[in-house]
């Protein structure tokens, strides 16, 4: 499960300040309610597209719950910066 969380930051702040080491976990684990349960497990790699510096490698912060196992993912982006735009 990803949950994406909006915060006003740009593709290129995220990369360039190790933006993803402060990203807090929820404090309920989205699978089975439990409270405090969640640790951190790591990180993964995306690649976005930047304003300024193009293609940028991103990583996405991961949580393992101690109660159910299961693992959750938090996003925190800019909604307006980082939304693809369709052309139609
Ligand atoms: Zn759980």
């Given at each position: 499960?990803?949950?994406i ?63 159910c ?11 307006i ?8």
């Amino acid at each position: 499960m990803q949950i994406i969380r909006a915060v006003q930051v740009s593709a290129d702040n995220y990369a360039n300040t190790s933006f993803h080491q402060g990203i807090k976990s929820p404090a309920e684990c989205p699978h089975c309610d439990a409270r405090d349960g969640l640790k951190a497990l790591g990180y993964y790699s995306r690649n976005v597209t930047g304003a300024k510096r193009g293609v940028l490698r991103i990583f996405v912060r991961r949580f393992r719950c101690r109660c159910c196992g299961r693992t959750v993912s938090i996003l925190e982006v800019d909604p307006i910066v980082w939304t693809k735009k369709r052309r139609i």
